[in-house]
């Protein structure tokens, strides 16, 4: 084996090869963000809707988020009455990828269909906390501001 071969398959041997470099840093590849927001109370609304923003431009866009809404909070996106900021806001997180859930039975105590809250929102069938518990399952981070 000539000298330059052999200086080769160490180089190759320790990772230091152009080539094993290159593939090796595309097995550390940061894997895409799952995060569930927790959301039941009324007074956090904004405040969560703001996070959720920050955490879409703080990754790029590069992040799975659902957002599951139960109690007095789900109030508050009923589209009946709310506020334009609320609405504009929440508009514009749905067509970044946000996925709300809405607690089913939160929305029968309150008498709330899905026609009668904003667009995106689809219905947690189980419950909102068994829709979280199955997304922490599933690798979601669990967010609760």
Known sequence: MRRRD???A???GTGTFLGLRVVRAAATEPTRLKVAYHLSDLDKVNFVLGNIKNHYEGTGGKVDIVLVVHGPALAAFKSKGISAAVSGRFAGLVQQGLEPQACANTMHGMDISLADLLEGFHAAEKGGVVKL?????QG???LRP
């Open 10 to 12: 160490v180089l190759a």
């Open 6 to 8: 052999m200086f080769r």
């Open 133 to 137: 518990a199955e997304l922490q399952s």
């Open 140 to 142: 979601y981070a669990y």
